[in-house]
RNA sequence: GGGGCGGUAGUUCAGCUGGUUAGAACGCAUGCCUGUCACGCAUGAGGUCGCGGGUUCGAGUCCCGUCCGCCCCGCCA
């Protein structure tokens, strides 16, 4: 046995007894006649104190004591002397006095310090990630994603659902996210795709009786990265029967909840407010809206008419909008730092920032084309005070609320306007069916396996076929409602579901719709088709990203912070080196010949 | 596919309009030190300036290309 008690748990109640104690060489102060060794494990560090008077041979290894040795330590817990106490950490009322010293390991100079103070680049962290994750903060990311993947297993587990697993190695089907794609050696020429997600097997799992499901769970989408996206992330995934909307957000409120109160000691409202996709568009400008902050974007088409802007006129005539954010304090702007915001719009697809300063009266290249009856009403319907300056974008719908979006968050993080906290938000009712003008088709919002509203079914098995597979956008599929829903927190998707087609003859419909043939659906998507025919229950369902909650639990950046082993934005993993090249020989044996670009 | 930022000692960085021997802090090594806790003191070692090419009498610095990392757009049902 090396050790039978914790650095980070002995307090002055244990002064007195003998312990043994294992970990890390933190610091080393070698004064000559006393050595200081700050001794780490995974709980926290304990001071070791190495004199000649307790034991000469203990004392004389120290010295040769470098940062990361692994030790073992014997000694007698003792309170430390008036005046050396150490306030900073939780042991500081004690030290250990060493009697034996056992070096378990040595340990090459490390490439980077294990202090906080200087972070390392995060290329070289990654590399040698075993010594970042002794770092007591990335150790405590983990512990509380452990603590909160608990908690969901408990909380799934208390409300009678199943933890199933279901293949890594399944079918490749068109919708969706590039697919990883792995070779089959046994069927030459054909291959498994790693699961998107395993939506159809959830499904099918309900076919099967199985009621309520869940599972933690990888899934793989090959994409390009960003802070927030990793090409291999974890999924709470749930899917329950005989259910609908209101009872799959109750269910994950309550978990949430559950959540974070066991492992963040948190108790978040009961009940989460919900938004229509509509409202999210029109007040945040987007379907993911932190909420924490208002800023909405608001409505100016009647005051903008009454101008003689023809950029504001024209976009109301083309059937487009007229918004306006409130820039907080921000008429001090120089015309360098208003011309860079401009740019900020250009970037985001705006053709221009129309903006109205307030500033003693009202400053602004457009104020010759407005009354200032119109630019009071302006002011006041944004709330804007002196010293403020209120931000126009004039374009078509989709347009303005992206731009403004983007901006209200942008402007929001500058002006230091949001709240430190956690404001959860569903968005519901979202379109079933998203325009795809390069493909000239529809594609699913959601995903192909989503019901319509009970209206929308209704409306879907009236519509003549024509409608279907259509070329063109046409108004009334772009206006079908799903029974979808997301869960949003601080800006962050954390969430999607929605309840499911369980008709096999509406599945059909929903294909035909997406410009799926028969023929083709069968082919993709037969097994659940077959599936829906045997008395397919009702069902829905959520996933909720795991890495992405766990990410804002812990107030991190990135989500390659609550990541072990996370890749690049290249998708590789430089500790590993994977990818790599593979033998010929492995190629052989899959029958694959490489086609490289030069 | 596109835009932006970055790559100099083991690490984090500085290095101006091109100019002598490329610096600092921390770390590392050796020695001293019995109350430190970012211990202190003394001495010392340590560089393919990401890589390739070009301009120039002369390139860390300018130009072209390329690789890598990060942020964003597109993409992510």
């Known amino acids: 046995?090396?050790?039978?008690?914790?650095?980070?748990?002995?307090?002055?109640?244990?002064?007195?007894?003998?312990?043994?104690?294992?970990?890390?060489?933190?610091?080393?102060?070698?004064?000559?006649?006393?050595?200081?060794?700050?001794?780490?494990?995974?709980?926290?560090?304990?001071?070791?104190?190495?004199?000649?008077?307790?034991?000469?041979?203990?004392?004389?290894?120290?010295?040769?004591?470098?940062?990361?040795?692994?030790?073992?330590?014997?000694?007698?817990?003792?309170?430390?002397?008036?005046?050396?106490?150490?306030?900073?950490?939780?042991?500081?009322?004690?030290?250990?006095?060493?009697?034996?010293?056992?070096?378990?390991?040595?340990?090459?100079?490390?490439?980077?310090?294990?202090?906080?103070?200087?972070?390392?680049?995060?290329?070289?962290?990654?590399?040698?990630?075993?010594?970042?994750?002794?770092?007591?903060?990335?150790?405590?990311?983990?512990?509380?994603?452990?603590?909160?993947?608990?908690?969901?297993?408990?909380?799934?587990?208390?409300n009678g659902f199943l933890e199933i697993e279901t293949p890594m190695l399944t079918k490749s089907t068109p919708e969706g996210a590039r697919d990883y794609l792995v070779p089959s050696r046994l069927n030459p020429g054909n291959f498994y795709a790693l699961p998107q997600s395993p939506q159809i097997f959830k499904q099918i799992l309900m076919v099967a009786g199985m009621e309520r499901y869940f599972q933690i769970v990888k899934c793989f989408r090959d994409e390009d990265l960003r802070s927030d996206r990793q090409p291999e992330f974890t999924q709470i995934d749930i899917e329950m029967s005989f259910t609908d909307q209101s009872e799959v957000l109750e269910l994950v409120e309550g978990m949430i909840g559950r959540v974070f109160s066991d492992v963040l000691d948190i108790s978040l409202e009961k009940k989460f407010e919900v938004l229509t996709y509509k409202d999210a568009m029109e007040r945040f400008g987007s379907d993911k809206p932190d909420v924490r902050f208002g800023m909405e974007l608001t409505d100016m088409a009647d005051l903008a008419k009454a101008s003689s802007f023809k950029v504001f006129l024209d976009a109301i005539e083309s059937g487009g909008r007229v918004k306006a954010i409130l820039g907080k304090g921000m008429a001090g702007l120089s015309r360098k730092d208003v011309d860079m915001l401009t740019e900020d719009a250009k970037a985001f697809g705006a053709k221009g920032l129309a903006w109205i300063k307030v500033k003693g009266g009202f400053e602004s290249p457009i104020a010759k084309f407005f009354t200032e009856e119109i630019m009071k009403q302006m002011a006041e319907r944004?709330?804007?005070?002196?010293?403020?300056?209120?931000?126009?974008?004039?374009?078509?719908?989709?347009?303005?609320?992206?731009?403004?979006?983007?901006?209200?968050?942008?402007?929001?993080?500058?002006?230091?306007?949001?709240?430190?906290?956690?404001?959860?938000?569903?968005?519901?009712?979202?379109?079933?069916?998203?325009?795809?003008?390069?493909?000239?088709?529809?594609?699913?919002?959601?995903?192909?396996?989503?019901?319509?509203?009970?209206?929308?079914?209704?409306?879907?098995?009236?519509?003549?076929?024509?409608?279907?597979?259509?070329?063109?956008?046409?108004?009334?599929?772009?206006?079908?409602?799903?029974?979808?829903?997301?869960?949003?927190?601080?800006?962050?998707?954390?969430?999607?579901?929605?309840?499911?087609?369980?008709?096999?003859?509406?599945?059909?419909?929903?294909?035909?719709l997406l410009g799926i043939s028969d023929e083709e659906a069968n082919e993709k998507f037969g097994f659940l088709l077959d599936a829906l025919q045997y008395g397919a229950p009702p069902h829905g369902g959520i996933a909720l990203g795991l890495d992405r909650l766990v990410m804002l639990m812990v107030g991190a950046a990135s989500i390659r912070e609550v990541i072990a082993f996370p890749k690049t934005q290249k998708a590789s993993c430089v500790m590993s080196g994977a990818p790599s090249v593979v033998d010929q020989k492995q190629l052989r044996e899959l029958y694959i010949k490489l086609n490289l670009p030069l």
């Not at 294992?22 to 004199?51: C, E, K, P």
């Not at 931000?391 to 402007?411: Q, W, Y």
């Not at 959860?424 to 000239?440: A, R, S």
């Open 382 to 512: 944004v709330k804007a005070e002196e010293g403020d300056m209120i931000l126009f974008v004039a374009d078509t719908d989709s347009v303005v609320h992206n731009v403004l979006g983007r901006m209200r968050l942008d402007l929001a993080k500058k002006l230091n306007l949001i709240p430190e906290g956690f404001k959860f938000l569903w968005v519901t009712g979202f379109p079933l069916l998203e325009w795809n003008d390069d493909e000239k088709r529809y594609a699913a919002m959601h995903h192909p396996f989503t019901s319509p509203t009970d209206e929308g079914i209704a409306k879907m098995l009236q519509m003549p076929d024509e409608v279907f597979g259509a070329k063109s956008e046409s108004p009334e599929l772009s206006s079908l409602t799903a029974k979808a829903y997301d869960l949003v927190l601080n800006g962050y998707e954390v969430g999607g579901g929605s309840i499911r087609i369980h008709r096999k003859e509406i599945q059909r419909r929903m294909f035909s």
């Open 1 to 158: 046995m090396f050790r039978d008690k914790w650095c980070g748990e002995l307090r002055d109640t244990s002064a007195g007894s003998n312990v043994n104690l294992a970990g890390w060489v933190f610091r080393r102060r070698d004064h000559g006649g006393l050595i200081f060794v700050d001794l780490r494990d995974r709980s926290g560090i304990v001071q070791v104190v190495f004199s000649p008077d307790v034991s000469v041979e203990a004392h004389g290894l120290a010295h040769d004591l470098r940062s990361e040795f692994v030790i073992s330590v014997q000694g007698e817990v003792r309170c430390r002397p008036e005046g050396t106490v150490n306030t900073d950490i939780a042991t500081g009322r004690v030290e250990i006095y060493a009697s034996k010293l056992v070096v378990l390991n040595e340990s090459a100079p490390l490439p980077f310090t294990l202090e906080d103070a200087a972070e390392a680049s995060e290329m070289l962290r990654l590399k040698h990630r075993y010594l970042d994750m002794r770092r007591p903060e990335l150790q405590r990311n983990f512990i509380i994603r452990h603590k909160a993947a608990k908690g969901v297993r408990d909380y799934l587990d208390e």
